[in-house]
């Protein structure tokens, strides 16, 4: 059988390039930083439900537990950047261009790999592939970019042990189909890593930077360690936490396009409290206050438990919020 094509470019307009990225890491600061490097990576909704035609047309994985980053490989080094546009490496690889060892082509030739990195065994492994030697995948579908991912890393040297011009080793996440079969590989399979749930993919989708309903990611206790917030004994305390950003007006809204209120705050309360539009704030969330209406989660109360720190980028998802809630 063939292997599948990469589908025509669409209408998206100017996808980032290397250039792109060097210029938002040298010109953007702060807030707007965080902001830009937050919207290359594509972000997926909590599993509430499963999708329609889940074997059909859905890829799943077993996620590694780690930090999630964009690697970019160009002029001789390879450089990751976390989700907030802070550099995590800056090293040689096997990656096309990814050290001064084998330069070839032109500048433009570069790669951006979504990945996570594995601190135990010091390892990336890619998750998704956006450009590959200058190729943009961006307008292909998430089947084709799995199916380049694995054929285009074995003409490299980049699984191999760290070397002199290789200081990590990156590695290909195993991605089954989502078949009863595929489901229990996935779950249930021996991997290299740690896992941190289960990814899913709608293997028709474009690359969508963002948080995106063709991705999924499922979590319960067997397939993940960071299922739920736990205090410092490990014990699940009696209110969980949820993270949303202030808005001009004073509502309360998660990270979602458009954005869902769960509630606000008055102007007085704003000034007192020096707070600013687009400030990400802590809430504690009792039991008691968390109801179903109509279908839909409402928060009766939430309880400031403080400003978050630079280095968290976006609020929290409604279905992140929901999910949290509905383990607890």
């Known amino acids: 059988q063939p292997p599948p094509s990469p589908d025509a470019r669409g209408e998206r307009g100017h996808d980032p390039t290397v250039a792109d990225v060097a210029s938002a890491a040298a010109k953007l600061r702060g807030p707007d930083q ?11 909704e909590w599993m509430v439900d499963a999708p329609p035609h889940l074997a059909r047309d859905w890829h799943v994985s077993a996620r590694p537990a780690g930090k999630r980053c964009m690697v970019v490989s160009s002029n001789g080094i390879t450089i990751s950047r976390l989700r907030n546009g802070t550099i995590l490496h800056r090293f040689p690889s096997a990656l096309p261009n990814g050290s001064k060892k084998g330069l070839s082509g032109p500048a433009s030739s570069y790669s951006i790999l979504d990945c996570i990195f594995h601190e135990p065994d010091e390892t ?46 990156f590695s290909v996440v195993p991605m089954y189909e989502s078949t009863l079969e595929g489901l229990q590989a996935a779950y249930s399979g021996s ?35 960071y299922l739920i917030d736990t205090d410092s004994e490990g014990q699940v305390p009696t209110e969980q936490h949820v993270v949303l950003e202030l808005q001009e007006d004073g509502k309360l809204v998660t990270s979602d396009d458009p954005p869902i209120a769960f509630g606000s705050l008055d102007n007085e309360f704003i000034q007192k409290s020096n707070l600013r539009p ?23 109360q939430l309880q400031l438990a403080g400003k978050l720190n630079r280095s968290r980028t976006f609020a929290d998802s409604h279905s992140k919020v929901s999910d949290d809630m509905t383990m607890h």
């Not at 956006?130 to 699984?159: H, M, P, Q």
């Not at 890593?193 to 999924?216: E, M, S």
């Not at 969330?285 to 279908?295: A, I, M, N, Q």
Request: charged content about 25%; hydrophobic content about 35%.
């Open 191 to 225: 991997t290299p890593y740690v896992k941190d749930g289960l990814l899913f993919y709608n293997k028709h989708a474009h690359f969508q930077a963002g948080i995106t309903p063709l991705t999924l990611v499922w979590k319960d206790n067997t397939c993940s360690q």
């Open 124 to 169: 990336y492994y890619i998750v998704d592939m956006i450009c590959w030697r200058g190729y943009s995948l961006y307008d292909c579908t998430a089947e084709f970019r799995f199916f380049w991912v694995n054929s285009k890393l074995t003409e490299t040297s980049a699984g191999d042990p760290p070397s002199t011009y290789h200081r990590y080793r």
């Open 34 to 44: 965080r902001r830009w490097f937050a919207r290359q990576i594509m972000l997926p």
């Open 278 to 300: 687009g400030n990400l704030l802590r809430f504690s969330v009792r039991d008691e206050s968390v109801k179903l209406v109509d279908g839909k989660m409402e928060i009766g």
